[in-house]
């Protein structure tokens, strides 16, 4: 587990989310349900960022940075600055983003087989695994200091969950990541609020 308390936060959705569609590095914004998402969850934490400092990061993509700032001000912190990090981007998946599971077995067939028997270690043509999304996200992990509130994407946290709280890689990848809860990393436990 982490040494410090780590607030994470996935950003609300999209309409790429709506569709199933792979969002990855594509800079897809909120829709007004992802909005009121990230409202509920800065009203979640409001109690909590005001308990201490916290350092506030998060991923550069336009639906992450949206999310921090609507989280901010719904917890009455909305005048705090925050930093972005590319490494909390969500996963690379190459030449599949923008494209439905649907899509996926139909146009690459056997590397849909193919990520559906090892989700974990599979990588998109031209993307990445979950396996090195979680390599990515590691080295992020030994540079936490401070307790730091994140908002990034669902691969970031399922690899946070192997990371941290021990979930095996081959269950990562089938990890529910919803966007109206927040996960409370602590010394030696995994909340939901």
Request: some cysteine.
């Amino acid at each position: 587990m982490t040494r410090v308390p780590f607030v994470f936060i996935r950003h609300g959705e999209t309409d790429w989310n709506r569709e199933l569609r792979f969002q990855g590095q594509r800079d897809i914004q909120l829709n007004e349900r992802g909005r009121k998402q990230a409202a509920r969850n800065g009203r979640a934490v409001a109690g909590i960022l005001r308990e201490r400092e916290w350092r506030l990061v998060a991923s550069p993509l336009g639906r992450a940075v949206e999310t921090m700032r609507i989280v901010l001000d719904a917890a009455g912190e909305g005048g705090r600055s925050f930093a972005t990090d590319a490494t909390l981007m969500e996963a690379n998946y190459g030449d599949w983003e923008g494209l439905t599971l649907e899509d996926i077995a139909a146009r690459f067939p056997k590397q849909g087989k193919a990520r559906e028997a090892d989700k974990w270690s599979y990588a998109p043509p031209n993307g990445e695994s979950y396996k090195m999304v979680a390599e990515r996200v590691s080295l992020w992990l030994t540079k936490l200091d401070a307790p730091t509130c994140v908002v990034a994407h669902g691969g970031i946290l399922r690899a946070l969950m192997y990371l941290l709280a021990g979930l095996p890689g081959h269950d990562a990848p089938h990890l529910a990541v919803p966007q109206d809860r927040v996960i409370l990393f602590t010394e030696d436990r995994v909340l939901t609020i």
